[in-house]
């Protein structure tokens, strides 16, 4: 069965950085599209980023275009999110999530497949 793993998250201060990555098994990875989403308490569940199959193409959210990096390695079967000038408002669980599809989507509902999560903490 497909499997994800995430790992990488930790506490960080304020403006520091983390680069997470989603070892993927049980799968002909190059085949998903793959997604980062996250979750801080009390709030739902939401996209961060996405990434095309051959890894040409990225999609972000608007809190973090310009600071997160999303990236694939379909020979490694991975893929990562490096996260940069992070901010408080960053803190949460953040999940990595794969589909077989052609095109990134940004709603969790259509991701069959999810990782556990890693916890990520920006303290001020």
């Known amino acids: 069965q497909v499997q994800l793993v995430e790992s990488g998250g930790g506490l960080v201060q304020a403006g520091g950085s983390l680069a997470l990555s989603c070892a993927a098994s049980?799968?002909?990875?190059?085949?998903?599209?793959m997604g980062w989403f996250r979750q801080a308490p009390g709030k739902e569940r939401e996209f961060v980023a996405g990434?095309?199959?051959?890894?040409?193409?990225?999609y972000y959210a608007d809190s973090v275009k310009g600071r997160f990096t999303i990236s694939r390695d379909n020979a490694k079967n991975t893929v990562y999110l490096q996260m940069n000038s992070l901010k408080p408002e960053d803190t949460a669980i953040y999940y990595c999530?794969?589909?077989?599809?052609?095109?990134?989507?940004?709603?969790?509902?259509?991701?069959?497949?999810w990782g556990q999560g890693t916890q990520v903490t920006v303290s001020s």
């Open positions: 999530a794969a589909d077989v599809r052609t095109l990134v989507t940004t709603n969790q509902y259509e991701y069959d497949n």
């Open positions: 049980g799968l002909t990875f190059s085949l998903y599209v």
């Open positions: 990434i095309t199959r051959s890894g040409r193409t990225t």
